[in-house]
C-alpha cells in the first residue's frame, strides 16, 4: 500500500510541477492546486489514520490523531483562498495585457 501511495503522491506531483512549466494562466492555476492536493494527502498518510478509533481523548485506549486532520483542513482553506486570488490576479491581467501568457507577452516562434 506504501509504494501505491508514493507512486500517487509522485504522479500528482509531477503532473502539478508539468502544469506549473507551462507558462498559461490556467494550467498554472491546475498546477498549483494539484500540487496541494499532493500535499495534503501526503499530511494525512504521514498522520497514520486509523479506521474505527474514537476522534475523542479518554474513550478508549486508541484513539484518532487530530492533528494531521486540522493541518489538512487549514491547508484546504488557505488552498482555496489562494486558488480564489490567482484567478482574480489572473483575470484582472487577462483584462490590461490582453493575453493569458504568464509573463504577460506572447512568445515569439
Do not use: C
Amino acid at each position: 500500500m506504501e509504494a501505491v501511495l508514493a507512486i500517487t503522491l509522485g504522479i500528482m506531483m509531477a503532473s502539478g510541477v508539468y502544469l506549473l512549466l507551462r507558462a498559461r494562466v490556467f494550467p498554472v492555476v491546475m498546477g498549483l492546486t494539484l500540487i496541494s492536493y499532493a500535499v495534503n494527502l501526503f499530511i494525512f498518510a504521514m498522520g497514520r489514520l486509523t479506521t474505527g478509533a474514537p476522534a475523542v481523548i479518554g474513550k478508549s485506549a486508541e484513539y484518532g490523531d487530530p492533528l494531521p486532520q486540522a493541518l489538512v483542513l487549514t491547508a484546504i482553506v488557505i488552498g482555496f483562498a489562494m486558488t480564489a486570488f490567482v484567478v482574480v490576479l489572473s483575470l484582472r491581467a487577462l483584462g490590461e495585457l490582453k493575453t493569458d501568457h504568464v509573463d504577460g507577452q506572447e512568445p515569439r516562434e
